[in-house]
């Protein structure tokens, strides 16, 4: 493990040392939080292939539906039939928070007029195969909504893991052991820097104890 | 020019009735593995022209709108009476004003889904008519109706009532023609066709749990059945509905469509039925030389082969099995 360039000084050992503190403790938490956020992704991932697979299933018959309530009728009719809509849904857009992930909510409503019609074309000019197609399209939506949702918070919450797995990885893996080789690297050289000066000291000490016993000779 | 008698026109439609869609070239397109291998069926017969001219299948549409204002033309020179011919006809401009209004009231102008073909009235005029609100060169029938949307929308807009007005007010006005020209076999053709148009919308609304008073007014004028007969429907479950139509002519479409209906839910089986029936009562008619009969019989024919190679190229294109293809076409006329 390479050592980062410091100068073996006693601050910088210092420094490092609280360094490595909030690394590890960050670690530790980072570790926590990612393990959590698996929890709730399996969760969610497995909600969100159910309800695509039900969806999915619903949208392809009503759109089959669809396709023939348009093959007995011509393209101008069924386009006329469907052109001016009378219910009109209103959809809100918040956040919610998962993890401090923020994650959308949709929130559905539909503004029912009770007195006009749910569907907005004659009766005497259309297939009786586009009530059909049009009412379970009406009744997916909601189901849709909440699939989007659902969707893009699975998506969100995937990148926020990889984000935090890529962190917890080079916590444990890069930074820490660096850290800790640094400290090992200043504290070995330090000592080593210790140890010198006492043996020079040491022949210092020498030294002038011999200049002291010649000149009393 | 030809002079268009009855004669003449009867003896020049037995002549193109045999370049109508037989049954075996319908097989050999519901049977083709693509939409252009259908198409190619087609061009071996009067449509070749117009199939030529088509860039991809996709744009059958357009081949089709192409034969609509070629029969609507060919009916101008050969019909011995425009005004009745005209009746299968305005369908094309109730259309096109119901689409000209829901635009209008939406606040947006609209080109797209207007039929330009067949329709007896200008486009132009009627796009012009709709902006300016003003009406008065339009014929009585569509004066009055246009007036009438007008003060149903006046309190709120319901983009339903504006089809239904229009779709009574074409009925009106089809029977007071079938009424001023004494044809009989027409006034009955129009009354059998509202009748099941009428059964159709009393098994829809049943079927979306409204009351009667919503069924109402979505009835169409000038069917034998009232008011009364649905009221009296209302209260009990569909399958009585075809004991007491059992003495009618079309029982045997009732009894099989609503048969099918109840065990699918789907109402493809009765609409096909319908029109079938529709057709073979013009057909029983089609060897009266002397009559309008041969002539109505083309159109309708025509109406027809339309609608069966709308349906199977729909289905060519979106690769529909061949069996719920054949579920849904029509029997042809010759």
Redo the contacts between chains.
């Keep these: 493990m390479a050592v980062m360039r410091v100068n073996p000084t006693r601050m910088e050992l210092t420094r490092l040392k609280k360094r490595l503190a909030t690394a590890v403790r960050g670690h530790k938490l980072l570790k926590d939080k990612r393990d959590e956020m698996m929890r709730r992704f399996v969760g969610l991932v497995r909600k969100n292939k159910e309800l695509r697979e039900q969806v999915e299933k619903e949208l392809t018959k009503a759109l089959g539906d669809f396709?023939?309530a348009?093959?007995?009728m011509?393209?101008?009719?069924l386009?006329?039939?469907v052109?001016?809509?009378?219910r009109e849904v209103e959809l809100k857009v918040s956040k919610r928070n998962i993890m401090s992930v923020d994650v959308p909510k949709i929130e559905y409503e539909e503004k029912s007029q009770e007195?006009?019609?749910?569907?907005?074309?004659?009766?005497?000019?259309t297939?009786?195969?586009l009530?059909?197609s049009i009412?379970t399209l009406s009744e997916i939506l909601p189901r849709m909504l909440e699939l989007a949702e659902l969707e893009k918070t699975c998506q969100l919450l995937a990148d926020e893991i990889e984000k935090t797995r890529r962190r917890v990885n080079a916590l444990e893996h890069i930074m820490i052991p660096q850290m800790e080789e640094t400290i090992r690297y200043i504290t070995m050289k330090m000592d080593e820097d210790e140890r010198a000066s006492r043996t020079r000291l040491m022949k210092v000490k020498d030294m002038i104890e011999e200049r002291s016993r010649q000149s009393s000779d | 020019m030809p002079k268009p008698s009855i004669a003449y026109a009867a003896a020049h439609i037995f002549a193109l009735e045999n370049r109508l869609l037989s049954r075996d070239r319908v097989e050999r397109m519901v049977e083709a593995p693509s939409a252009s291998e259908a198409l190619k069926v087609l061009s071996e017969t009067d449509y070749a022209a117009g199939v030529s001219e088509l860039a991809q299948p996709h744009d059958y549409?357009e081949l089709?709108s192409g034969e609509i204002q070629r029969i609507y033309d060919f009916f101008q020179t050969i019909s011995p009476d425009p005004e009745i011919t005209n009746l299968f006809f305005v369908?094309y401009d109730f259309?096109n004003l119901?689409?000209l209004l829901?635009?209008a009231?939406?606040g947006r102008e609209?080109d797209?889904?207007?039929?330009d073909s067949g329709g007896t009235l200008s486009l132009d005029h009627l796009k012009e008519a709709v902006k300016e609100e003003d009406y008065t060169q339009f014929p009585h029938y569509i004066r009055e109706a246009l007036e009438e949307v007008h003060e149903a929308m006046s309190f709120?807009v319901?983009?339903?009532k504006?089809?239904?007005i229009?779709?009574r007010a074409m009925?009106k006005h089809i029977f007071h023609v079938c009424r001023k020209k004494k044809n009989d076999f027409l006034l009955e053709y129009f009354k059998l066709q509202a009748d099941l148009?009428n059964i159709?919308?009393f098994?829809?609304?049943k079927?979306?749990n409204q009351t009667f008073e919503?069924l109402k007014h979505?009835l169409?004028p000038g069917s034998e059945l009232g008011q009364d007969f649905f009221f009296d429907s209302m209260e009990e479950s569909v399958e009585d509905i075809v004991d007491r139509l059992a003495s009618k002519k079309y029982s045997r479409v009732v009894e099989k469509g609503v048969e099918t209906y109840l065990k699918t839910?789907?109402?493809?089986t009765?609409?096909r039925l319908m029109d079938d029936f529709l057709l073979s009562y013009v057909k029983a008619a089609r060897w009266n030389p002397l009559g309008i009969e041969p002539v109505i019989g083309y159109l309708l024919a025509k109406e027809n082969e339309i609608?069966i190679i709308?349906?199977i190229m729909?289905?060519k294109i979106?690769n529909?099995p061949s069996q719920?293809i054949r579920e849904?076409l029509r029997d042809v006329y010759v």
């Design positions: 396709l023939m348009r093959a007995v011509s393209t101008e009719v386009e006329e039939a052109m001016y809509p009378t007195s006009l019609s749910p569907y907005p074309y004659g009766f005497a000019s297939s009786g195969e009530d059909g009412a | 549409e089709l369908k259309h119901k689409v829901k635009a009231y939406q609209e797209e889904f207007l039929i709120r319901d983009p339903q504006i089809s239904v229009l779709d009925y148009i159709r919308t098994l829809r609304v079927k979306i919503f979505l169409l839910g789907s109402l493809s009765y609409e609608r709308r349906i729909v289905g979106n529909i719920i849904r």
